[in-house]
């Protein structure tokens, strides 16, 4: 069975700090995604990285996949109040058509 | 924007019941997907579609489940006779390619079973 275990899945930090989440696996991947959800609505694509070692930047997210496309970290930089949700990474499973998801990580940024 | 759309947004039937799923993916995406999400766990994949047939299913995905595209447009996922956990909100999503290429999800169906 693949997993993509994503951590932390809650963290409380004050406005202006930084964060990092991370998602670890056995497995190889495609590609990785990260994903923002809102309450009962669908996930919202934030980036999709193919290339081990790659870093994309979105604003103050960061976005790195590992050499060995096994893991990646999503870091925030001066999160804020508007960060908070709930954040997932999902990979495409090398060699077939399946995506796994994270558990979600969940920040709450006090103002 | 193009977007995924799917319907109903919320679907209630009584066990044992049929339902049919509905979406309509990105108009020029190829790959097609459903997933679903039990309230408060996490996304789990149930099939991927392409070329009119499916390319990988998960364990969850058995007999009581089918998908189609019956017409080019739509995708559809089938419960054949549903069971009180298939309540979940359940996701459709699409893609251009494979593997490097981004999913889109609709705004997902909310199935209770009673």
């Known amino acids: 069975t693949q997993l993509l275990e994503q951590s932390p899945q809650f963290l409380s930090i004050q406005e202006g700090e930084n964060l990092t989440v991370y998602c670890n696996s056995s497995?190889?991947?495609?590609?990785l995604q990260w994903y923002r959800q809102e309450p009962g609505e669908g996930p919202v694509l934030l980036v999709t990285?193919?290339?081990?070692?790659e870093v994309k930047k979105l604003k103050r997210l960061t976005f790195q996949f590992g050499d060995a496309r096994k893991d990646s970290s999503l870091h925030i930089t001066a999160a804020q109040p508007g960060d908070t949700g709930l954040y997932l990474c999902?990979?495409?499973?090398?060699?077939?058509?399946?995506?796994?998801f994270g558990a979600g990580t969940r920040p709450f940024v006090k103002a | 924007e193009p977007e995924v759309t799917q319907t109903p947004s919320h679907q209630v039937t009584q066990m044992g019941q049929e339902v049919i799923l509905r979406c309509v993916p990105i108009?020029?995406?190829?790959?097609f997907y459903w997933y679903r999400q039990i309230l408060g766990q996490k996304v789990e994949f149930l099939v991927s579609?392409?070329?009119?047939?499916?390319?990988?299913k998960s364990e969850i995905f058995d007999d009581q489940f089918s998908v189609e595209r019956p017409d080019g447009s739509n995708f559809t996922l089938k419960i054949r006779s549903t069971k009180l956990e298939d309540s979940a909100m359940y996701f459709c999503?699409?893609?251009?390619?494979?593997?490097?290429?981004?999913?889109?999800f609709g705004p997902g169906t909310r199935l209770t079973v009673l």
């Open positions: 999503a699409s893609s251009q390619g494979a593997r490097g290429n981004e999913q889109f």
């Open positions: 497995s190889v991947f495609s590609s």
């Open positions: 990285v193919v290339t081990g070692g």
């Open positions: 999902a990979g495409y499973v090398a060699g077939g058509f399946k995506t796994i």
């Open positions: 108009s020029n995406h190829l790959y």
């Open positions: 579609f392409y070329n009119n047939e499916i390319s990988e």
